[in-house]
C-alpha cells in the first residue's frame, strides 16, 4: 500500500509502532519563556501553570513579586495569580481542573482555571509546624489528594479537602537522604515509593515503618535518582545516576527489563506511554535537553530530535509534549489505523480503503481490491470507522470514512448507528481541538470523560455558543448550559432591562425544557441586584416558586402575593408563618389584608393557635361581625355565653348583622327565663341551655300549658311545632280524653295523623280509630292495616275502588290464614275488576 503523508511520524520500538502526532502549535506571549519557567499541566488536554523557576538566573521584567501565570494548550492567558502567600513548594492540577498550590507551612491553595481563589486549607498537625521540602499532587478514587516531605524526611498525606492527613510510617534509618519519591494510588487508597542510593522504600499507612526492597539493578550504579508510575500506577520506571533504566510492575515483583541509556546526565522527565487500545503500557519517554529517548520493555529504544526545553504530560493513552514552538503528543500506533497505512498491509480494511480511492478515480482497479476484502468487508468497514476516530487530521478523517461509506454499501442490512455516532463524536473533537477552544482531547479521552464533563468544562471556560452546539449535535439538554450563560450574563452586565431582555429571548424557544428564572434571579440576589432578580421572577410561570428567593430578598408583599396566586393553601400558610416572624405585627396586618386568601388563612391558623391576635387583626379592619364571632366562640369555651351576650348582640348591631343581633337579644330573655323556671321548679328540672323547642316539651309534660303557650307566642313558633308537641305529651300520659278535647279544640294545622301515630304507638287501637275516620280518604286504608283492622280496611278500599290495595290485603290474608275475610276480598275484588 503507498505511504500515507501521516505514516511519515511513525517510528518503531520493536515489536510495535509509535507515532508523533502534531497538535496546534501554541502561540505565547512574548514576554513568556518555558526555558525560565516551572510549567505543570493538566491532563486531558487541560490548561498549563507556569512560575519563574527561582533555581534559575532570569532577567527581570515588569513587577519583581512571583507571578502564576495561567494557559490554554493555543498559549493563550487565561488568568494569571499574583502571588503573595508565601514560599510556593510545589503545584499541581485537580481531576476538575483546578490548580492546587501547596506552600511551605502545609497551607494549600485552591485556585480556578481564570486564577480566581475558590478554597483553601491546611495538611494540618506536624506538617504545619515543621517547614516542607516537596510536594505531589495526584489523583485517586477519593479525589485529588497532596502528599508533603517536611524537611526532618517525614511523608504526610491528604487524599481530599475534606480529609484528616494521614502521616505515613517512618523511614528506616540511614546515612543518606531520599533522592526522589512518588504517590502510588490503589483505588481508595494512597502509598509512597522513595528511592534512597540503591533501594526502593515502600510507605503504606498501616505500617510502623517502610518496606526495603533492593538488588532491584543487575549492574552497577550510585543511587537512583528518578521515580516514574505509569498513569494507571501498575507499572514502575527507576533512573540511575549512571544512566540505568529499569521497568517493570510497581509492586516490583516483576521486572520488564534493565537498559543503560548511556547518558550520564539527569533526564529532564521520565513518563509511561499508556496504550491507546487498552490500559496498559509498554514504553516510556525520557526527556534530555533537545533529545527525547522512548524504551519499551524488550528494552529497545528509539530516539526523536526535540526543542532544548520540553515538558511531558502523561496521559490516559499517550504523553503530551509542550515546548517553546511546539505541541505534540506521542502514541502507541492504535492496530486498525497500522492494518490500514502500513506499508504492504494485506488487511482487509487497507484493501477497502485503496479500492474507495481508485474508485474516485474511476479506476477498475477499485473492483480488483474490492474482491480482495469482499469476504471480510464488515471488518473493514468497522476498521475504517475505528481508525477515523482515532486520527487528528481532519483530511485523514473524511478519507477514511468516505471509504467506511463506500464499504457499508456492499453489506447487506448494515447497522449504520456506529458510523452516525463515531461521525457526530469527530465533529465535536474536531472543534474542541480548534485553537480557539485549545482542548485537544483524544477519542479515547472524550469516551472516558463523557460528554457531560466535557460541556461542563465547556461552560466554565465561557464558551458557551460551543456548548450549546454540541449538546444539540450529541442530542442532549442544553438548558443548564444556558443557565449558566445566564449566570455570567448577570455577573458581568450591569444593565439590567438589556440582561433580562437577552434571557427571555434564549429562553423563549419552547423546545429548551426544564430552565428556571428563579435560579438565575438567586443569582441576581447574591450578586446584590435585587432589582434583576425581581425582573427575572416576573418571567418564571410557575409563581410557587418565587417565593423562597422573595422571603430571602425582604420582599414579603410580593411574597405573599405570588403564594396567593400560586393556589398552594399550605405554600401561604408557611408563607405567612416565617413573615409574622420578621415583622411588625401592624405591617404584617397590613400587608395580608390586601390578599383575601391569605388573610383568610391566617384567620383560620389564628383561631387554632392564638385568638388574642385574631382579635387584634379584626379590631384593625373594624370587622365587628368577626368581633361578635371571637367573643361568642370564647365565651363557649369559658362557660360565660349568659354574661357576654349583652356585648355579643351589641357587636352584631354594630356590623349591621340584625338578624344575628336579635338572636342574641331572644337568647338572653330565654336564658333568663329558664333560670326562672329551673327556681320555680327548685331545680327538678334543668331548663339552663336547653332550646325553646325542649324548653315547652319540658313544660308540657310538668303541665305548664300556658307558659309553653307564652314561649310559643314571644318566639314566634309555628303552631304545627307546637301542636306536634302537645300530642306527642298528651300520649305519653295516655290523657286520651284531653287528646280528643285538643283535637277538637280547632282545626289541626297537621292535620290527624299524627294522632293516629301516637296512638298506635302507645298500642290504643281505639282511640287511633276515631281520628282514622278524620284522615284523608286515600289514607284511611293504609292507617287501618297499620291498626290491624282489616275488616274496615277492606270495606274502605271496596267503597274507593282501591284494587292495588285489595289485592295486597289478600297477600296479608293469605298469610295469616283467615278465609272469611279472604273470600269477602275475593268477592270484592270480582265485583271490581269486570268494571276496569
Not at 510549567?39 to 523557576?53: K, M, N, S, T, W
Not at 503528543?329 to 474507495?356: D, G, H, T
Not at 333568663?672 to 327548685?682: D, E, F, I, M, Y
Not at 280528643?740 to 292535620?751: A, Q, R
Request: proline share 4%; aromatic share 10%; net charge neutral.
Amino acid at each position: 500500500m503507498p505511504i500515507m503523508n501521516n505514516t511519515g511520524e511513525w517510528f518503531k520500538v520493536r515489536p510495535d509502532y509509535y507515532r508523533k502526532v502534531e497538535l496546534a502549535t501554541p502561540d505565547w506571549p512574548i514576554d513568556f519563556d518555558l526555558e525560565y519557567m516551572q510549567v505543570v499541566a493538566a491532563p486531558y488536554g487541560g490548561p498549563l501553570a507556569a512560575i519563574r523557576d527561582a533555581t534559575k538566573l532570569v532577567p527581570v521584567k515588569g513587577t519583581s513579586r512571583p507571578m502564576i501565570r495561567i494557559f490554554d494548550t493555543s498559549g493563550n492567558e487565561t488568568g494569571h495569580i499574583l502571588w503573595n502567600h508565601g514560599k510556593l513548594i510545589s503545584m499541581g492540577w485537580s481531576d476538575t481542573e483546578e490548580l492546587i498550590c501547596v506552600l511551605e507551612n502545609a497551607k494549600v491553595f485552591v485556585y480556578d482555571l481564570f486564577g480566581n481563589e475558590k478554597e483553601s486549607y491546611s495538611i494540618g498537625g506536624e506538617a504545619s509546624v515543621i517547614k516542607i521540602v516537596e510536594a505531589k499532587v495526584f489523583q485517586s478514587a477519593a479525589g485529588t489528594g497532596v502528599a508533603v516531605m517536611t524537611t526532618s524526611g517525614r511523608i504526610f498525606l491528604k487524599q481530599n479537602s475534606n480529609k484528616t492527613e494521614r502521616k505515613l510510617p517512618d523511614i528506616p534509618n540511614s546515612n543518606s537522604n531520599c533522592s526522589c519519591w512518588e504517590i502510588v494510588t490503589e483505588g481508595r487508597n494512597s502509598y509512597c515509593l522513595l528511592g534512597r542510593e540503591r533501594e526502593v522504600i515502600k510507605l503504606q499507612h498501616g505500617q510502623t515503618v517502610g518496606t526495603v526492597t533492593a538488588n532491584l539493578f543487575e549492574k552497577p550504579h550510585d543511587r537512583i535518582i528518578k521515580i516514574s508510575v505509569s498513569y494507571n500506577h501498575q507499572h514502575l520506571a527507576l533512573y540511575t545516576n549512571t544512566g540505568l533504566l529499569w521497568l517493570g510492575s510497581v509492586d516490583m515483583r516483576q521486572k520488564y527489563c534493565e537498559f543503560d541509556t548511556g547518558r550520564k546526565d539527569i533526564p529532564l522527565q521520565i513518563e509511561w506511554i499508556m496504550n491507546t487500545h487498552n490500559t496498559d503500557a509498554d514504553a516510556v519517554v525520557i526527556s534530555y535537553p533537545s533529545y527525547l529517548l522512548i524504551v519499551n520493555r524488550n528494552a529497545d529504544r528509539s530516539e526523536i530530535p526535540s526543542d532544548p526545553v520540553m515538558f511531558l504530560v502523561a496521559e490516559m493513552d499517550g504523553v503530551r509534549i509542550i515546548s517553546q514552538t511546539s505541541h505534540e503528543m506521542i502514541q502507541r500506533l492504535p492496530k486498525c489505523v497500522q492494518n490500514i497505512f502500513a506499508v504492504n498491509s494485506q488487511e482487509p480494511a487497507s484493501y477497502l480503503f485503496e479500492a474507495q480511492k481508485k474508485f474516485e478515480e474511476k479506476s477498475y482497479k477499485s473492483d480488483e481490491y474490492l474482491s480482495m476484502c469482499h469476504s471480510n468487508i464488515e471488518l473493514a468497514v468497522n476498521e475504517c470507522i475505528e481508525a477515523a476516530a482515532y486520527e487528528f487530521c481532519p483530511v485523514t478523517q473524511k478519507s477514511l470514512m468516505r471509504t467506511a461509506y463506500f464499504g457499508k454499501g456492499f453489506i447487506p442490512s448494515h447497522n449504520p448507528e456506529e458510523y452516525m455516532r463515531i461521525l457526530r463524536i469527530l465533529r465535536v473533537l474536531n472543534t474542541l481541538r480548534h485553537e480557539k477552544i485549545a482542548m485537544p482531547l483524544t477519542y479515547k479521552q472524550f469516551s472516558h470523560l463523557n460528554p457531560e464533563v466535557i460541556l461542563s468544562r465547556l461552560v466554565f471556560r465561557k464558551h458557551y455558543a460551543v456548548a450549546i452546539q454540541v449538546a444539540k449535535h450529541l442530542k442532549l439538554p442544553e438548558s443548564w448550559i444556558l443557565e449558566h450563560w445566564a449566570y455570567h450574563k448577570v455577573m458581568n452586565d450591569q444593565n439590567d432591562n438589556e440582561v433580562a431582555r437577552k434571557i427571555t429571548e434564549k429562553f423563549k424557544n419552547p423546545s429548551i425544557e426544564g430552565i428556571s428564572y428563579c435560579n438565575i434571579a438567586e443569582k441576581a440576589h447574591q450578586n446584590g441586584r435585587d432589582e434583576l432578580a425581581i425582573k427575572l421572577l416576573e418571567l418564571e410561570p410557575r409563581t410557587s416558586l418565587h417565593v423562597p428567593l422573595l422571603l430571602k430578598m425582604g420582599k414579603f408583599d410580593r411574597a405573599v402575593a405570588s403564594a396567593t396566586q400560586s393556589g398552594d393553601t399550605e405554600l401561604v400558610t408557611a408563607v405567612l408563618l416565617e413573615i409574622k416572624k420578621k415583622m411588625m405585627l401592624s405591617n404584617f396586618h397590613m400587608i395580608i389584608r390586601e390578599y383575601p386568601l391569605a388573610l383568610n388563612m391566617y384567620k383560620k391558623i389564628m383561631m387554632e393557635s392564638s385568638r388574642t391576635a385574631l382579635f387584634d387583626i379584626y379590631n384593625t379592619e373594624d370587622d365587628h361581625k368577626s368581633i361578635a364571632e371571637y367573643h361568642f366562640y370564647n365565651a363557649l369555651d369559658s362557660e360565660g355565653l349568659e354574661s357576654n351576650l349583652s356585648n355579643i348582640g351589641n357587636s352584631y348591631a354594630q356590623g349591621r348583622c340584625t338578624v344575628e343581633a336579635e338572636l342574641c337579644a331572644d337568647t338572653a330573655r330565654m336564658l333568663k327565663l329558664q333560670k326562672t323556671l329551673s327556681t320555680r321548679h327548685n331545680g327538678a328540672i334543668r331548663f339552663n341551655g336547653l332550646s325553646i323547642h325542649d324548653t315547652m316539651l319540658e313544660l308540657l309534660k310538668v303541665g305548664e300549658q300556658k307558659e309553653a303557650e307564652k314561649i310559643k307566642s314571644d318566639y314566634k313558633v309555628p303552631d304545627r311545632r307546637f301542636w306536634w308537641l302537645r300530642i306527642l305529651t298528651l300520649a305519653d300520659k295516655y290523657n286520651w280524653v284531653e287528646l280528643e278535647k285538643f283535637s277538637k279544640s280547632k282545626k289541626s294545622p297537621i292535620g290527624y295523623e299524627p294522632f293516629v301515630e301516637v296512638c298506635l304507638q302507645q298500642d290504643n287501637v281505639r282511640e287511633a280509630q276515631k281520628y282514622i275516620l278524620r284522615c284523608p280518604d286515600k289514607r284511611k286504608v293504609y292507617w287501618y292495616m297499620r291498626a290491624g283492622l282489616y275488616e274496615e280496611s277492606i270495606d274502605c278500599a271496596f267503597e274507593q275502588r282501591d284494587l292495588h290495595s285489595l289485592y295486597e290485603l289478600q297477600s296479608k290474608m293469605q298469610l295469616i290464614r283467615d278465609p272469611v275475610l279472604l273470600e269477602k276480598i275475593c268477592h270484592y275484588i270480582g265485583m271490581l275488576e269486570p268494571r276496569r
